[in-house]
């Protein structure tokens, strides 16, 4: 089962820069990381390591995982490729792949268990707004890959999925929010409903 996951870090807000203290650092990575990001991450190294951590994460919940976020069981072997950082975990025999990079104010960190999916997964801002969000979100993976229609909805485990109008496909997706913005992004390639063992409604 292909899953991915996201998350965004804005950059700008003070608040987040109060997680990557001295104490927070010391609990949330390890002793390998932060010598490697000390030594290759030259920009924000501990917001870029969160946001790999984070997206890694939401891919473990849709393969069964209950516990709650905590960074430190994450263990990311890493490395600096151009602009991006490129990391790699193994959970639970699940092997996982993430990168980050900066984009505006956001660092942006994208993960999957499929090394070869990684580069196809596709991503866009939407604005928080009165309207209604998952509509607006279905529309524009609607027009994007030309399909006739569909809708968002969640699990009972709280899991964001694009479900075709058939009932019979999916899309495995992503959110992240910061303030006012959503980072939504997914995997274009339906699959059978039937493989999907996160969908429980």
């Known amino acids: 089962m292909l899953t ?18 001295r104490k927070g650092i010391e609990k ?25 951590k984070e997206s890694i994460y939401k891919c473990m919940l849709k393969h069964g995982f209950r516990l709650g976020f905590s960074p430190a069981m994450i263990n990311l072997d890493f490395q600096v490729d151009r602009d991006m950082v490129r990391s790699r975990a193994n959970l639970n025999q699940i092997d996982y792949f993430a990168y980050c990079y900066i984009e505006d104010d956001f660092v942006v960190s994208l993960a999957t268990n499929s090394e070869m999916s990684i580069s196809r997964i596709k991503s866009f801002f939407v604005k928080n707004e009165n309207l209604d969000l998952y509509t607006r979100i279905a529309d524009k993976i609607i ?14 485990d709280n899991i964001p999925i694009f479900i075709t ?32 063992k996160y969908l429980i409604l």
């Open 143 to 156: 027009v994007q890959n030309a399909l006739e229609s569909g809708e968002i909805i969640k699990t009972k």
């Open 165 to 196: 109008d058939s009932g019979s496909k999916y899309l495995d997706l992503s959110f992240s929010n910061e303030g006012k913005y959503y980072y939504v992004s997914y995997l274009p390639e339906l699959m059978d409903v039937s493989d999907c």
């Open 4 to 21: 991915i996951g996201n998350d965004i870090l804005n950059l700008s807000d003070p608040e987040n820069s109060r997680t990557f203290t």
């Open 28 to 52: 949330f990575f390890s002793v390998e990381e932060k010598k490697n990001a000390e030594k290759n991450l030259n920009e924000y190294p501990y917001q870029k390591l969160w946001t790999l």
